[in-house]
């Protein structure tokens, strides 16, 4: 059994502008929810890279990672990621280490392979990209060196980046990163809040594969958990309805603002619906304290992960901030 006060609380934010909110609103919303996310312990806070979304502020990804930094004192602040096929290494490599250098040890670099979009935005981002699959590998190699200490005849520096050693991380949501991040020895954050089915056999393979490197001498593992927290589970499912909302709007394409809660929305969807959102939302905990400890416990033990990232869209900004806080003290209890 793995003590739940052993694993560490993060926080992954997209940043959702809600219905009737604005994208102002919005930043300002995570803000606020960062700085309650470091008065309760948490480790880091990270944002995600997404374009061409209209309930999503997140695109500028390193731009945002710097004005949440500035708000917050100590908490560990990143990318959860940084798409890179969007990006030239040299150019994230800059951005992070500006960053760096503003706020010394508490800035994480997580990288993602997707591109975080469709296909024609990621050609408005990068218009003459033709991607392979060993172009990820070799742009994670090319960002560890530029972001490490200048070696003798490098032609391209980093300034700022080189020598600030910022922390790589590599995300996922098959056994392609997980692989590689075993190889490189690097630490390795599974997305499964949104893409929970290979969850468990990626994290065998990392684990299995790992090779140990001046980083990191041992695996290390974030999981990435829906969580929805309230003082009664009724509560709780009710304000969950913004979520599948959300997650609805993934799945039938039809991507819009974070919506306010609906009384009963879960019953008014039909068999299929509840089965894709289910499946979608697999290692999501939505409940009561008692309900949450229990889930939180179970997923613990099942996963032995060292971190949990928790996703929580809930549409009311303080009772987001409240499911923070209640999601704390069952971790704790």
């Given at each position: 059994m793995k003590p739940l006060n052993k694993v560490q609380l993060s926080m992954l934010d997209l940043v959702a502008v809600r219905e009737g909110g604005t994208v102002a609103d919005a930043l300002q919303i995570a803000v606020r929810t960062a700085q309650q996310a470091e008065?309760?312990?948490?480790?880091?806070?990270?944002l995600a890279e997404h374009h061409n979304m209209p309930g999503i502020a997140s695109s500028a990804t390193a731009v945002l990672?710097?004005?949440?930094?500035?708000?917050?004192?100590?908490?560990?602040v990143g990318s959860g990621g940084i798409m890179l096929p969007n990006h030239a290494?040299?150019?994230?490599?800059?951005?992070?280490?500006?960053?760096?250098?503003?706020?010394?040890?508490?800035?994480?670099?997580?990288?993602?392979?997707?591109p975080g979009t469709d296909g024609t935005t990621m050609r408005a981002l990068r218009r003459d990209r033709v991607e392979s699959e060993e172009d990820f590998p070799r742009d994670v190699q090319e960002l560890q060196q530029l972001l490490g200490p200048a070696r003798e005849g490098q032609r391209i520096i980093a300034m700022p980046g080189t020598g600030t050693n910022v922390p790589i991380w590599l995300l996922g949501s098959s056994l392609f990163s997980a692989q590689l991040a075993a190889h490189l020895g690097l630490p390795y954050a599974f997305a499964s809040h949104f893409a929970p089915r290979m969850l468990h056999q990626a994290l065998a393979l990392y684990r299995q594969m790992f090779k140990p490197s001046a980083t990191l001498a041992r695996p290390y593992v974030?999981?990435?958990v829906p969580v929805i927290a309230a003082p009664t589970d009724a509560e709780a499912q009710y304000l969950a309805s913004s979520t599948y909302q959300r997650v609805l709007g993934i799945l039938t394409g039809n991507r819009t603002r974070l919506m306010p809660p609906v009384e009963n929305f879960w019953e008014q969807l039909d068999a299929r619906a509840q089965a894709a959102i289910a499946d979608f939302l697999a290692v999501g905990v939505i409940g009561d304290p008692q309900t949450l400890r229990q889930g939180l416990q179970k997923l613990a033990d099942d996963t032995q992960a060292d971190e949990f990232m928790l996703v929580s869209d809930v549409y009311d900004a303080e009772l987001r901030l409240r499911s923070l806080e209640l999601t704390a003290q069952a971790m704790q209890a």
């Open positions: 008065k309760l312990g948490f480790a880091r806070y990270w990672i710097g004005h949440i930094a500035g708000a917050t004192q100590k908490i560990r290494p040299l150019v994230v490599a800059e951005a992070f280490g500006t960053l760096a250098e503003l706020y010394p040890g508490r800035i994480d670099l997580g990288l993602g392979r997707a974030i999981v990435g």
